[in-house]
C-alpha cells in the first residue's frame, strides 16, 4: 500500500467515527515562548486541553507536521543512526476534547490496526501505566480492562512514568498512556527471543508506533498535578513507522516515503545506499534533514543565527558536514533534492510546491556559506596540527575552532584520528560546559503558577476600537529572571492592549490604581490563547476594577507603519513582480521593517518608484475597510493572499485599502492620508532570495527631513551661505584637485633641483661616486631621484636618509657595473646600516631599502655608508 493510501485511509476511517478532519498547522510555532517547533500532534490544541479556549469540534483528526530537535523531545541525535527515529515527520492523531475517553479510543485503534490495515495481531503489544508512588498516581486498571477485550493478558505489559505517563513539557497538560507496539522481526527470530521482552527496549524492530494519551492532569510549576477540568484522548501515531509496518520493510528510510529521496542522493553523490554503513547513516541524515530544513522554510523559518532559525541553520549543517565527510561531497547538493521532495510531499503539503524556490535558493546559500566555513577551518585545524608538539591536541584550540570558527568538533576528531593524533576530549567538554552554564545562567527564567481569579476562559479583544477600558484582573503570575528582574503577567477578562504577533510590537501602556499612581505595562504578548501584559509590579487590590490605557502616541505611528507595509507589499508587487512574496515583517512605532523574495538588489529608480507608489496611495486618501472573523474563503475572494500558518478553527481579519487586501490582525491607520509621507531608509540581502527593506512614516519621516535640512544648513554656514551650494561644493573640489596638481608638480621641480645640487655633492673615493646624505622628501621622491642620479653619474654609491612621521629610512643605489666589478651590494649595504636606525630592510644589489624606529641613528648610518667602499 503507497504510502498517500495509508495517510487516506487513517483520516477516512477516524471521519466515519464523526471525527472533524482538519489540515496539520504550521510546524514552526509564533505565539509560544515555551516551544519552538510543534514536536507531537497535540501541541497545535493546548488551549483545549487547557480549558483557555472553547471547543468547536469535539472530536478531530488530522496528521501534524512535528520537529523533535530541541527541548524535552529532542531525537536528533538518534537520527540517521537508528531507522525509526526522524527529525521531521507526520504524527498522524485523533483527538477529544472532553468527549469520547479511554473505552473509544482504544477499541477504535484496534479496530483501525487489525481491521482496516490488517495487521496481524500477533505482532502487537500494548503498554498500560503502572502507576507512580511520587505523584500519587495509581495503576491504570481502566485501560487494562479495556485492551483485554481484545488482545491477550500476557501481551499487556505494564509502563513506568517515563513511557507511560505523557507530558509535554515541566509543565503544562499530562496523563497516563497507553502505547501499542509492533514486532516485525522474522519468524526465525521470533523465535529465539520473545518480543515481549523486547519492547521499549530501543530495537529497531520492535518499536512503538501509536501512544494513545488519556489526558487529565495538569502539571503546575511547583511539579504537583492537578486534575482538568475534563477528560481528553490525544493519540499520535507515527506515519513513518506505520508506512514501515504495511509495507513490510525494515527500515522507514525502506519505505516510499523516503525512497524517492535516497535514489536522488544516490545519483547526485554516486554513492550506493546499503552497501557501507558509514555511507548509509548519510544518506539516511540527508534524506531526513532536507525534510526539516524545506517545511521549516515553508512554514516561514529562516535558517539563521538565533532561536529557531538557528536549529534549522544547525540541522542543515549536520546535513552539509555528513555528506562532505561521508559522500564526498564538496559543493552544494542538498537544494537539488528540494525538487523530489516537492514532487512527493506537494499534493498534501501544497506550501512545499508555492515554496519551492526560496527553498531551494536558502539552502543552496547555506551550503555554500557553510562549505566555505568547513575549508576555513581545516586550514585552520592544519596550523593548529604543526604547532602542536606530541600526538594530542588542546582541547581549548580545538573549542576555538568551534565556537569561533562553527566547524564542528566531530569533523576535528575524525580528521586528528585520520592523521594519527588525538584531541583532548576531557578539555574541550571542560570548556563547552563553562559556556554552557554561562549562557544557561543568563537565560533562567521562573514561571510562577498563574494565580487564578476569574475563572473565564476567553479574553475579550478591544482594542480595534478603544485604547480604554475598566477591566478586571482574571489571573496574573509573577516571573523572575536576571536579565530582566521581577515582572508580573497579567490576563484581565477584556483589554485594548495589542499583544505582540503579525511583526507588529506588544502595546505599552499603563493601569491606573488608587489616587492617580499608575503601574506601567512595559509590553504586551500573547501566550497561545492568552493576552498577557507585562507590568513591573502588581496592583495592591487584585480584585478591583482598574482603568487601563494604551499609549496612544506609540500606537497611533505603529499603525502607520503597519499601514504603509501593506501598501509597500502592494508597491513591490507592482514594481518588481508578482514573484514578490512577505517573509517577514516587523512593525515598530519609530520604523518598519519589510522582507520579502526577490532576486536583485533593487535599483534607484525601483526604490524610487516603490516610494511614489506608497505616497500617491497615502495622498489619495484611502479609507480603511475591515472585516473581523470571516472564514479564510471570503477572504481570498475579496483578494487577500493566501498564507500558510494559519490554525485550524481560525477565522480571519481581512484589512483593505483599496487594491490591498492582506489577512492581518495588526492595528491600522483610518485614512491613508493619516500615514502623512513614507520614506525608505535602507535596502539589503538578508538571504539567499531575500531582501529587507527599512522604512519611516509619519513623524518620523518628519524628524528625518529636518535632521537632512539642519545638515545642509549647517554646510551652507561653513560655506558662507552661496547662493548655490551644490555648486560651491563642486567649485571647491575642482579647486583642490587643480591645488593637488600644482603640489606635484612643485615637488618634481624640487626633486630636479635637488639632483643638480646633488650632482656637485658626489665625491670621488677610490673611482667610485661617493654620497651619503640625508633629505627631505618622501620615499617614492627617493626612489625617482637615486635612478636619476644614477643615470647622469656613473660609478654611483649612494646613500639616502629620510624621516617620516617618527620612523627613519635608508635608501642604497649603487650602479651595476660596481655591482659586478667590486662585489657591492645594496642589499647587505642597508641591513648592516639598518642596525643604526634599529630596523632592517633588504632589496636587491642595485637598489635596496631599509626601515626603523630610530630616526636619531640616520647621521650615524650615513657617516658609517662610507666604510662599505673604502
Ligand atoms: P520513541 O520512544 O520511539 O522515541 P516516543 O515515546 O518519543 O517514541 P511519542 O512521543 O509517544 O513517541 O509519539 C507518538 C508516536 O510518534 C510514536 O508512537 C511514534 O510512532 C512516533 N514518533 C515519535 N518520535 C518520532 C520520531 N522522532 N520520528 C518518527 N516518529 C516518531
Ligand atoms: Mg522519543
Not at 658 to 687: R, Y
Amino acid at each position: 500500500m503507497k504510502s498517500q493510501q495509508i495517510r487516506k485511509q487513517f483520516l477516512d476511517f477516524f471521519a466515519s467515527k464523526k471525527h472533524t478532519i482538519v489540515p496539520s498547522s504550521p510546524m514552526v510555532l509564533k505565539n509560544d515562548p515555551t516551544l519552538m517547533f510543534t514536536n507531537a500532534g497535540m501541541v497545535p490544541f493546548k488551549e483545549y486541553f487547557l480549558g483557555q479556549k472553547t471547543v468547536v469540534d469535539k472530536r478531530i483528526a488530522d496528521t501534524q507536521k512535528c520537529l523533535r530537535v530541541s527541548g524535552k523531545h529532542n531525537d536528533l541525535e538518534e537520527v540517521g543512526k537508528d531507522t525509526y527515529h526522524h527529525t521531521m515527520f507526520e504524527m498522524l492523531g485523533n483527538w477529544s476534547f472532553g468527549d469520547y475517553f479511554k473505552k473509544e479510543a482504544i477499541a477504535w485503534a484496534w479496530e483501525l490496526l487489525t481491521e482496516v490495515y490488517k495487521i496481524d495481531k500477533d505482532c502487537l503489544y500494548v503498554t498500560v501505566f503502572e502507576g507512580a508512588e511520587d505523584d500519587n498516581l495509581a495503576y491504570d486498571q481502566e485501560a487494562f480492562d479495556f485492551w483485554k477485550q481484545y488482545i491477550d493478558e500476557d501481551r499487556i505489559i505494564n509502563g513506568n512514568k517515563k513511557d507511560n505517563f505523557w507530558e509535554m513539557g515541566s509543565q503544562g497538560p499530562c496523563g497516563p498512556c497507553s502505547e501499542i507496539h509492533v514486532d516485525i522481526r522474522s519468524a526465525e527470530e521470533k523465535a529465539k527471543v520473545a518480543g515481549k521482552s523486547l519492547v521499549n527496549q530501543d530495537h529497531p524492530q520492535v518499536v512503538e508506533i501509536w501512544n494513545l494519551v488519556f489526558m487529565e492532569f495538569n502539571r503546575k510549576a511547583d511539579g504537583s498535578l492537578e486534575k482538568l477540568p475534563a477528560q481528553h484522548v490525544d493519540t499520535g501515531m507515527g506515519f513513518e513507522r506505520l508506512c514501515m509496518v504495511l509495507q513490510n520493510k525494515q527500515s522507514n528510510y525502506d519505505t516510499d516515503v523516503f525512497t524517492p529521496l535516497i535514489r536522488e542522493i544516490e545519483t547526485i553523490t554516486d554513492n550506493e545506499y546499503g552497501t557501507n554503513e558509514k555511507i548509509d547513516i548519510a544518506i539516511r541524515v540527508i534524506a531526513d534533514h532536507v525534510r526539516a530544513v524545506a517545511f521549516a522554510i515553508a512554514d516561514g523559518q529562516l535558517p539563521s543565527n538565533t532561536g529557531a532559525g538557528y536549529v534549522i541553520r544547525r540541522i542543515l549543517r549536520r546535513a552539509i558536514r555528513y555528506g562532505f565527510t561521508f559522500l564526498n561531497t564538496k559543493e552544494p547538493f542538498i537544494y537539488k533534492l528540494v525538487t523530489t521532495l516537492s514532487k512527493q510531499m506537494g499534493e498534501n503539503f501544497s506550501e512545499l510546491k508555492a515554496q519551492k524556490q526560496l527553498i531551494t535558493n536558502v539552502i543552496k546559500e547555506e551550503e555554500n556559506s557553510f562549505l566555505r566555513t568547513l575549508d576555513q577551518g581545516l586550514v585552520l585545524l592544519d596550523g593548529i596540527i604543526k604547532n602542536t608538539h606530541g600526538k594530542e591536541v588542546s582541547g581549548k584550540k580545538a573549542f576555538e575552532l568551534f565556537d569561533t570558527y562553527g566547524f564542528p568538533i566531530d569533523l576535528t576528531a575524525l580528521i586528528l584520528s585520520e592523521k594519527g593524533m588525538t584531541l583532548n576530549e576531557e578539555e574541550f567538554s571542560t570548556e563547552l560546559e563553562k559556556q554552557k552554564s554561562r549562557s544557561r545562567a543568563a537565560a533562567v527564567v521562573e514561571t510562577d503558577d498563574w494565580v487564578i481569579l476569574d475563572d473565564d476562559p476567553e479574553e475579550e479583544f478591544i482594542g480595534y476600537d478603544t485604547l480604554e477600558a475598566k477591566v478586571k484582573i482574571t489571573r496574573y503570575r509573577k516571573v523572575s529572571s536576571k536579565k530582566e528582574g521581577n515582572l508580573y503577567q497579567l490576563v484581565f477578562n477584556m483589554t485594548p492592549f495589542y499583544p505582540e504577533g503579525g511583526g507588529q510590537v506588544g502595546d505599552k501602556g499603563y493601569i491606573e490604581v488608587s489616587n492617580g499612581n499608575v503601574i506601567y505595562i512595559v509590553d504586551t504578548k500573547k501566550e497561545n490563547n492568552l493576552i498577557i501584559h507585562f507590568a513591573k509590579s502588581l496592583p495592591k487590590d487584585t480584585s478591583q476594577i482598574l482603568k487601563v490605557a494604551v499609549d496612544e502616541k506609540q500606537r497611533f505611528r505603529t499603525a502607520c507603519n503597519h499601514s504603509a507595509t501593506h501598501l509597500l507589499h502592494q508597491a513591490l508587487r507592482e514594481v518588481l513582480g508578482e514573484h514578490v512574496e512577505q517573509k517577514g515583517s516587523a512593525v515598530h512605532s519609530k520604523n518598519l521593517r519589510f522582507d520579502f523574495s526577490h532576486f536583485a538588489k533593487l535599483t534607484v529608480d525601483e526604490l524610487r518608484d516603490v516610494e511614489d507608489f506608497v505616497n500617491a496611495r497615502i495622498d489619495s486618501k484611502i479609507p480603511l475597510k475591515e472585516f473581523r472573523n470571516i472564514p479564510m474563503e471570503t477572504a481570498k475572494e475579496k483578494g487577500a493572499m493566501a498564507l500558510f500558518g494559519e490554525k485550524y478553527g481560525d477565522t480571519v481579519r481581512a484589512i483593505q485599502f483599496g487594491q490591498s487586501v492582506e489577512l492581518c490582525g495588526g492595528t491600522h491607520v483610518q485614512n491613508t492620508s493619516d500615514i502623512w509621507h513614507f520614506k525608505i531608509t535602507s535596502e539589503s540581502a538578508i538571504a539567499a532570495g531575500v531582501r529587507r527593506i527599512e522604512a519611516i512614516t509619519s513623524d518620523a519621516t518628519k524628524d528625518f527631513y529636518f535632521e537632512n535640512n539642519r545638515a545642509f544648513f549647517e554646510i551652507k554656514d561653513i560655506l558662507k551661505n552661496p547662493k548655490n551650494p551644490l555648486k560651491a561644493i563642486l567649485d571647491l573640489q575642482e579647486e583642490n584637485t587643480v591645488l593637488k596638481k600644482q603640489i606635484e608638480t612643485l615637488l618634481k621641480d624640487k626633486a630636479k633641483n635637488l639632483k643638480s645640487d646633488l650632482i656637485q655633492e658626489v665625491k670621488p673615493i677610490n673611482g667610485i661616486n661617493f654620497l651619503a646624505k640625508k633629505l627631505d622628501l618622501d620615499q617614492n621622491n627617493v626612489k625617482d631621484l637615486a635612478f636619476d642620479l644614477g643615470n647622469a653619474t656613473d660609478n654611483l654609491f649612494l646613500v639616502v636618509g629620510t624621516e617620516k612621521d617618527g620612523k627613519a629610512f635608508l635608501t642604497c643605489f649603487i650602479s651595476k657595473n660596481l655591482v659586478e666589478e667590486k662585489q657591492l651590494n645594496a642589499g647587505l649595504v642597508v641591513r648592516e646600516l639598518g642596525k643604526l636606525i634599529q630596523g632592517g630592510g633588504g632589496g636587491q644589489p642595485f637598489y635596496a631599502t631599509a626601515g626603523g624606529k630610530n630616526p636619531a641613528g640616520i647621521e650615524n648610518a650615513l657617516k658609517e655608508a662610507e666604510k662599505f667602499i673604502l
